[in-house]
Structure formats: structure tokens, C-alpha cells
């Protein structure tokens, strides 16, 4: 089946870097990518979708300066988040769409990203 | 904006069928309902998906109403690795965004 990998799946920064995390469709080629944040004892909250070869649209409230999306290619999404301060801890996710199928929904295993 | 009204929690004992109800009541007629199930710090996993007629697979049965307006996810004989969140989520029909719920966190009793 479609499996996306994300990677890292934790990262600890300190205050004031920025922090690029990736998420690789790995046999399937996806047309969009979602990004999603999760904060404990949470849902998760849709941050932006991302179509390859074009800018991301970001959900309301989700600063795009400050959450830079890239998705360059069929098979990567790069979520890069910049001047990390501590309240951007949280578990990031991203799912992917196959392209071929158009309903195959794969997330990724997450990555946690504290900020100290 | 999520579409999808879950309890939050259920219990269901080890062997047992669990039944999962989810209300979206302002479906529309092209939009499918997905489900989707969270066990702690990993990502979501695919379970089942359906338009209109109820569906199963090797993993779940997806029971949808005739109005649409609500939906049952059937584990047929539960198990304690079926403990997790579960959501029901109604894909949009403009960008194929997922907009998750608050889920239901289903405990699998021994």
C-alpha cells in the first residue's frame, strides 16, 4: 500500500531556529500533500495543503511566513518552521493523496518538535 | 471546518463487536465519509471510506444511512490493539481538505 515517510519523527531546537521537517510519498506519486499540527490531547488541526509546483494555501490563523512550505516534487512536501519559540511545540503530520487513485489518503508517522 | 460530530469516548469489551456512531448531518451529496483511527503518537491509519452503500473490508464495516446524515463503524470483534481515536471526517468537496473532529477515544476492555 501508498506509505508516506516523514522524517525527522522527533527534533528538540532552541528558541529562535528553524526547524524543516519532510514528507516523502515513497511509491506513489502525490499530486497534494496536507500539513497538519496536533497538540497534545488533541485533533489534529489542519494547517495548509500543499499542490506540487505551486504555493501552499494556508488554513485561517496559520501564519505562512512563519510555517514556509515547499513542494517541489510528486514525492516531497518540506514544512519548514522558522524562529521556533517554544509555544510551536507540537506533533506535526503529513498526508499525501495518490495521484493515481485520488481517494488514498497515507499519513505520515508524525514528527514531535519541542522548542526550549 | 469539521462536518463530523463524535462522541468522545466508548468502551468496548475484548471480542465484542464495537459500534462507532458519527453524525454529519450537512453532507453533501458527492462528499464521501472517511475513517481514520489515531493510536497515541503515531499518525493516522486508514480504516474505511464509503459514498452512499455500507461497506466492509478486512478490517472494519462502514454503515451509512439512507439520508447520509450518519454513519456506524463496525470493528466486528474488537481487540485491545483496537484501542485508539477514531475519527469520522467528511472530505470537502472544493480541495479535498480533511477536517478532523474531536474523534472518539474507544477503550477495548480486557
Known amino acids: 500500500g501508498a506509505v508516506v515517510s516523514q522524517h525527522p519523527s522527533w527534533v528538540i531546537c532552541k528558541s529562535g531556529t528553524s526547524v524543516k521537517i519532510e514528507c516523502r510519498s515513497l511509491d506513489f506519486q502525490a499530486t497534494t500533500m496536507f500539513w497538519y499540527r496536533q497538540f497534545p490531547k488533541q485533533s489534529l488541526m489542519l494547517m495548509a495543503t500543499?499542490?506540487?509546483?505551486?504555493?501552499?494555501?494556508?488554513e485561517q490563523g496559520v501564519e505562512k511566513d512563519k510555517f514556509l512550505i515547499n513542494h517541489a516534487s510528486l514525492t516531497l512536501s518540506t514544512l519548514t518552521v522558522t524562529s521556533a519559540h517554544p509555544e510551536d511545540s507540537s506533533f506535526y503530520i503529513c498526508?499525501?493523496?495518490?495521484?493515481?487513485?485520488?481517494?488514498?489518503?497515507?499519513f505520515g508517522s508524525g514528527t514531535r518538535l519541542t522548542v526550549v | 471546518d469539521a462536518k463530523t460530530t463524535q462522541p468522545p469516548s466508548m468502551d468496548c469489551a475484548e471480542g465484542r463487536a464495537a459500534n462507532l456512531p458519527c453524525n454529519h448531518s450537512?453532507?453533501?451529496?458527492?462528499?464521501?465519509v472517511y475513517w481514520y483511527r489515531q493510536i497515541h503518537s503515531q499518525g493516522p491509519q486508514y480504516i474505511i471510506h464509503?459514498?452512499?452503500n455500507n461497506e466492509t473490508n478486512e478490517m472494519a464495516s462502514l454503515i451509512i444511512t439512507e439520508d447520509r446524515k450518519s454513519s456506524t463503524l463496525i470493528l466486528p470483534h474488537a481487540t485491545l490493539r483496537d484501542t485508539a481515536v477514531y475519527y469520522c471526517i467528511v472530505e470537502t468537496n472544493t480541495g479535498n481538505q480533511f477536517y478532523f473532529g474531536t474523534g472518539t477515544s474507544l477503550t477495548v476492555i480486557p
Open positions: 500543499s499542490n506540487e509546483g505551486s504555493k501552499a494555501t494556508y
Open positions: 498526508s499525501a493523496i495518490d495521484a493515481a487513485l485520488g481517494w488514498s489518503y497515507t
Open positions: 450537512t453532507i453533501s451529496g458527492n462528499e464521501y
Open positions: 464509503g459514498l452512499k
